[in-house]
C-alpha cells in the first residue's frame, strides 16, 4: 500500500515562497517508471497540474507556473518538496501530491494552503 502525506504550512503571506513536502511510505521515489506529482484545486475551479519530479530526479512543470516553481528531492527521507515562489491570494488551494505512472494512481489526502493578502 503506497501512501503519500503532505505537510506544511497552511497560512503563508503574499510574496513569500511556499514550501510543502510530501512524504511516501510503501514506495521508493527511485522506482523507474513513476513520477512524483503536485496537484492543486482553488475553491470553485478544478484541478490544476504543477509539476513533477521523474524517478532519474528529472523535473517538468506546468509552463504557467515554471517560473516560480521547484520541486526537488530528498531520497534518503523518500520525499519531495514543492516551493511556489511569490504567491498571491491567487495561489490558495488545497494542494495535492501524487504518484503518476500512465495516470495518478495514489494520492495524498491533501493540505489547504491560504495565502493572505
Known amino acids: 500500500q503506497v501512501q503519500l502525506q503532505e505537510s506544511g504550512p497552511g497560512l503563508v503571506k503574499s510574496s513569500q515562497t511556499l514550501s510543502l513536502t510530501c512524504t511516501v511510505a510503501?514506495?521508493?521515489?527511485?522506482?523507474?517508471?513513476?513520477?512524483w506529482s503536485w496537484i492543486r484545486q482553488p475553491p470553485g475551479k478544478e484541478l490544476e497540474w504543477i509539476g513533477y519530479?521523474?524517478?532519474?530526479?528529472?523535473?517538468n512543470y506546468s509552463p504557467s507556473l515554471k517560473s516560480r516553481t521547484s520541486i526537488s528531492r530528498d531520497t534518503s527521507k523518500n520525499q519531495f518538496t514543492l516551493q511556489l515562489s511569490s504567491v498571491t491570494p491567487e495561489d490558495t488551494a488545497m494542494y495535492y501530491c501524487?504518484?503518476?505512472?500512465?495516470?495518478?494512481?495514489?494520492w495524498g489526502q491533501g493540505t489547504q494552503v491560504t495565502v493572505s493578502s
Open positions: 501524487a504518484r503518476i505512472a500512465s495516470a495518478p494512481d495514489y
Open positions: 519530479i521523474g524517478y532519474s530526479g528529472s523535473s
Open positions: 510503501g514506495a521508493s521515489i527511485t522506482t523507474n517508471d513513476y513520477y
